[in-house]
């Protein structure tokens, strides 16, 4: 996945908590406590129970996590994309191994601008300034073909396999080690 679009319907959703407008002091901004974490405090107007916003939130912001550590966990990745819609809002989210850098929310129907622009420049961007990792690509068909040799020697080494006595394992044990057209180089 190249980005993901995470929607929710209800603001209560909402696990993050922009400074009011008018906040313009740089250490009440820093003081200001961005994700939700116990109390109910936003520039948007919730009318909804505290403790299931909090849920509600909490349990949005783990699948958003949880997104994101899946795409590095799958993929060789400097920094990931996505976007968070929640009612009338979006937000643009930089996910990278450290953290998340979070926009402010903004009606996506009063402002489609944003919107489109994130998306028309997101779709011409290079592979690089989606996130992927330069150092990192596929392996040619030489080089996996050595790979693959190199999994079957070490599959017959340490676990002592004979792959002409016992071919379904060896050709088991092979296969958890070596998926074709998958293998990469770094550089």
Known sequence: ??????????????????????????????????IRVGRLTSNLNYNVNQTDTLRNASRTL??????????????????????????????????????????????????????CDFLWRFGMASPYRRGYDPTVARASEEEEEIFKRAIIREVTFQLRIDPGTDKVKFEKEVEFHYARRRVTKIA
Request: charged residues 30%; hydrophobic residues 40%.
């Open 1 to 34: 996945a190249e980005i993901f679009i995470e929607v929710k319907a209800k603001e209560d959703h909402d696990p993050f908590v922009d400074p009011p407008d008018d906040l313009h002091d740089p250490d009440a901004i820093e003081q200001h406590e961005f």
């Open 62 to 115: 783990g699948q958003n996590v949880s997104y994101a550590s899946e795409a590095f966990s799958r993929q060789h990745r400097l920094f990931y994309f996505s976007i968070f819609i929640v009612g009338a809002h979006a937000r643009f989210i930089r996910w990278d191994r450290s953290g998340a850098i979070v926009s402010r929310a903004f009606n996506y129907k009063e402002h489609p601008k944003y919107l």
